[in-house]
Each structure stands twice: as C-alpha cells, then as structure tokens.
C-alpha cells in the first residue's frame, strides 16, 4: 500500500541555519505530494501541495521539488526562523480509491532564537 | 478560505461514558474525516465521509462510531470510553477526495 517516510524528529536548529526534513514516498501511481505545518495548539494547515513530478512547490521561503525518480518530496529552507518552530507533515493522495490522504509521522521542529 | 468549527475543545470522560465530538465545516466540501493525533503516531484517520448518511472506515475505527447528518456536519461517537481513546482529535473538510484537506482546530479528549 501506499506510505510515506519522513525525517524523524525531534529536530532543534539555531536561527539562520538551513533546514531539510526528508520525505521518501511509495505509491503505485502518479500522486499528488502535499507539505502541512501543525503550529503549537492548532490543526494542520497546508504548506504547499505539488500535484505533477519534476514541479517545485513553495511558500513561506520553504520549498520541495516532486521527484518521481527518486519518489522524494523533501522540505527545505535556506534560513529557518524562530516562527518556524512545528511539526511538519508530508502526505500524498491515496492510489487504492479510499479517497484519502496518507500523512507521514511528522517532524518535530524546533529552532532556537 | 474554508472553515472548520470543533466542539467542545476540551472533554473529560470517565471510562464507559458516552462521549460525541462535533465538526461542521462551512465551505460545502463533500469530504470530511476524523483523524487522532498521539505523540509518535502523528495522524491516524478513523472514519470519513463523502456526502450526507455516507460513512467510511479509516485505519484505526474500532470503538469509534461516526454520522454524516447534514453535508456540514460530522459527528464522532464513542458510546464506551476507554482510557485508550484518550487523545487529540481532528475533523477535517475537503472539496474532493484528491484534494488538500482543511482541519479544525482539535478536540483534546481525556477519559480517565
């Protein structure tokens, strides 16, 4: 079935430096790769969402590039900031028919002023 | 921008108490979901619906009951608490099956 494998947290960054939090996916079609972000006492809310390969998605001075080959989705940002502390979701569109989006397990960010 | 209301936001059970979770989303989306969140299992989605009186079994549905009453309105049932169940729980809406989702802000249940 499908599922998707993230960077597994906690991870703790200073101000400034770069982020990456990996995402590996496997799925038997073409699906549509989406980015959350889950702030402390909130629901997730959509980061970006990618729906074709080789495309790139950005917002916020994050981005990820949707690469088939490699089936990766990886988040990046040059220079993190203290606002950017939360848990960060990859998800893509289920290819079984259950209509549903499956989410990796998250990843814990924090980054220190 | 899509909206989805949750209540309560904060519910405390014993075990075996009756307990619904209230969701209502305001945008017209057929889809809506219940998800728990737990620390070290991120998301888990328990039941979802595609339309009015339809219902459909997520990855973690045992001792959860769910109804679709209105195209707005989703409700999540647990007719017999257990401290197992003890978690943050997520209504979220969406306007297709394929498209991103749009999540409440969380009903933290404690059942003790």
């Known amino acids: 079935g499908d599922s998707v494998t993230q960077t597994e947290g906690p991870v703790t960054l200073s101000e400034g430096t770069s982020l990456t939090v990996n995402c590996s996916y496997e799925?038997?079609?073409?699906?549509?790769l989406f980015w959350y972000v889950q702030y402390p006492g909130e629901g997730p809310q959509l980061l970006f969402k990618?729906?074709?390969?080789?495309e790139k998605g950005s917002n916020r001075g994050f981005e990820a590039t949707y690469n088939k080959e490699a089936t990766s989705f990886h988040l990046q940002k040059a220079s993190v900031q203290e606002s950017d502390s939360a848990v960060y979701y990859c998800?893509?569109?289920?290819?079984?028919?259950?209509?549903?989006?499956?989410f990796g397990s998250g990843t814990q960010l924090t980054v220190m002023p | 921008e899509a909206a989805v209301t949750q209540s309560p936001r904060n519910k405390v059970t014993v075990t075996g108490g009756n307990v619904t979770l209230s969701c209502r989303q305001t945008?017209?989306?057929?889809?809506m979901y219940w998800y728990r969140q737990d620390t070290g299992h991120g998301l888990r989605l328990i039941h979802y619906?595609?339309?009015?009186?339809?219902?459909q079994i997520g990855d973690v549905p045992d001792g959860y009951k769910a109804t679709r009453t209105t195209q707005e309105d989703f409700f999540l049932l647990l007719e017999l608490a257990s401290p197992s169940q003890t978690s943050l729980y997520f209504c979220?809406?969406?306007?297709?099956?394929?498209?991103?989702?749009?999540f409440g802000p969380g009903t933290r249940l404690t059942v003790l």
């Open positions: 979220a809406s969406s306007a297709t099956g394929m498209d991103e989702q749009y």
């Open positions: 799925t038997k079609q073409y699906p549509t």
């Open positions: 990618v729906p074709k390969a080789n």
């Open positions: 998800a893509l569109t289920s290819s079984s028919g259950s209509w549903q989006l499956i």
């Open positions: 945008n017209s989306h057929n889809y």
């Open positions: 619906s595609y339309g009015a009186g339809n219902l």
